[in-house]
């Protein structure tokens, strides 16, 4: 079984910054796409950014010149910094991979539980 955990949230006044983690664990051969999503009170879950094995990276443009993704391979790690936050920033955020179970079979996707980010104005 294959786990995403996330931690780094918390309550953050406007302009500040907050750094999130999520480490894979378990048995796999390797990770593709890490991401992290945000789902806020009543609204819709929304992509906030992607980063690829080699490293490639997107953003949602809400958060663009402001979050940072990057990762660990070694460590099957995705971090996402987060700077400038804004109260429109508060949500949980959600932790996903696309995950190589096995070369050459399914690539399921994995979510964590989520880490809530409120940000007071």
């Known amino acids: 079984q294959v786990q995403l955990v996330e931690s780094g949230g918390g309550l953050v006044q406007a302009g500040g910054s907050l750094r999130l983690s999520c480490a894979a664990s378990?048995?796999?051969?390797?990770?593709?796409?890490m991401g992290w999503y945000r789902q806020a009170p009543g609204k819709q879950r929304e992509l906030v950014s992607i980063i690829t094995s080699g490293g490639t990276t997107n953003y949602a443009d809400s958060v663009k010149g402001r979050f940072t993704i990057s990762r660990d391979n070694a460590k099957s790690t995705v971090y996402l910094q987060m700077n400038s936050l804004k109260p429109e920033d508060t949500a949980v955020y959600y932790c996903n991979a696309e995950v190589v179970r096995n070369p050459g079979g399914l690539i399921p996707q994995y979510w964590g539980l989520g880490t809530q980010v409120t940000v007071s104005s």
């Open positions: 378990g048995t796999f051969f390797s990770i593709n796409d």
